[in-house]
Nanobody
Framework: QVRLVESGGGSVQAGASLRLSCAAS????????MGWFRQAIGKEREFVAA????????YYADSVKGRFTISRDNAKKMVYLQMNSLKLEDTAVYYC????????????????WGQGTQVTVSS
């Protein structure tokens, strides 16, 4: 069993940056792709970014491409999401998850969801 704990969220103004962290405990995540998702109030949870098990491949939603960067440190069992040039529409609860199957980064491919961390962007 993998337990994930997200941190680093907060309230910032548009244009600011935040770095989210996801700490894993329990079983190893080093042989799994990892992902970040987000859910805004009244909306479905949506894919944000994913990273392969070795960090060599990354995937991004079009809405965050060029602004967000996903990274990982397998030795520390950590996954990060650097978020730059934040926009109002980035406001959401951000979740970290382990990809257990599939290659399309669908929500159903992921599990061991963390509790989420709130990101609020204001003007």
């Amino acid at each position: 069993q993998v337990r994930l704990v997200e941190s680093g969220g907060g309230s910032v103004q548009a244009g600011a940056s935040l770095r989210l962290s996801c700490a894993a405990s329990g079983r190893t995540i080093s042989n799994h792709a990892m992902g970040w998702f987000r859910q805004a109030i009244g909306k479905e949870r949506e894919f944000v970014a994913a990273i392969s098990w070795n960090g060599r491949m990354t995937y991004y939603a079009d809405s965050v491409k060029g602004r967000f960067t996903i990274s990982r440190d397998n030795a520390k069992k950590m996954v990060y999401l650097q978020m730059n040039s934040l926009k109002l529409e980035d406001t959401a609860v951000y979740y970290c998850a382990v990809r257990y199957g599939g290659n399309n980064n669908r929500e159903t491919d992921f599990g061991s969801w963390g509790q989420g961390t709130q990101v609020t962007v204001s003007s």
